[in-house]
Structure formats: structure tokens, C-alpha cells
């Protein structure tokens, strides 16, 4: 889909998490399913130059990247595009604010019970955001190199999410 073509006029929402938590976050997911190939690698430097990692994950699928191609400034200037032009974007360390700008945009109402749904996410969420590994040390600053494009789009997130509050007063 072209998402800029002038014809497709929705809205995406989405939570964004630091692109390095969403990279531990993969990674536990991966050593569930695959204990015997990714299951094998002891740390996150490991992770980061393995074939396991996917680098700048949302900058690739929002401007179209093929796996087989890596990421550029271009790339990364049209990512913005779409999430400026398209988004309602939502933070996860803001995801009380966030899911709530959602719902009003949407007009989604609770039915009983349904707050539960609500709470879940934000569980979820703040798991996500929970990850052991410290800004700064050795993975950390391993998983960020990799993801250098994602982290200026997670900036760049940051930046919409609170210049899009006027939409919501």
C-alpha cells in the first residue's frame, strides 16, 4: 500500500516502545520458540550481530524496506512522513495518556466489564517497558547501533505525541 498516495486517507494508531526494549522484548519471544538457534546466544551483543535481529524494524516496514535492502536517512525521512501524516501515536512510557487519546479519537465506550481489556494492555505494555537491560551497558549500546534509525524515529514519536495533544482538548 502506498500509504502517501493522497487516496488512502485512515489513521493508524500504536503504542511505541524504545526500540531497544522492543529488541529484548523480540529476543525472549525468539529464545521461546527457537531454544536451539537463537536459544543459544548468551548475551545481547551476541543478539545484535546475529542473523536473529531484525535492525530497524519499524523504519524498514513503514517506509517498505525489503529485508534485503538496509535502512537510509531517506528511508528514515519517509517513515516519518507516515507516522506524522498517518498516526495517532502513542508512547508506552505515556500509555495511560496515550490509550486514552485512542479511545476518545475512536470513540470507543467500555462495555461492562471491557475496562479489563483496558488493563491488560497497559499490563502488557509496561512489561514491555520493563526490560532488564540498563541504558548504557554493553547491549544496550550494542542493540542501539543497530536500531540507530529506529531510535530517531522513536524520537521523532516522542516529539508528534505531544505536538498531536492539541487534537485532543
Known sequence: IDYLDGINHGRLFA???HPVHRAVRMLAQQKEEDPIGIGRL???EEYARSKYLEANWMVRHL???PKSDTPNANDLAVAKEVMRTKFI???VPYKDGSLKRIEEYLGWVYPKGGVNCRQR???DATAAEMSNVKEGSPGWVALAKANDLDIKLYEYANHLFFAQKDMFV
Open 15 to 17: 503504542l511505541f516502545l
Open 42 to 44: 548468551g548475551t545481547l
Open 63 to 65: 517506509a517498505g524496506v
Open 89 to 91: 501515536v502513542g508512547m
Open 121 to 123: 494492555a497497559i499490563a
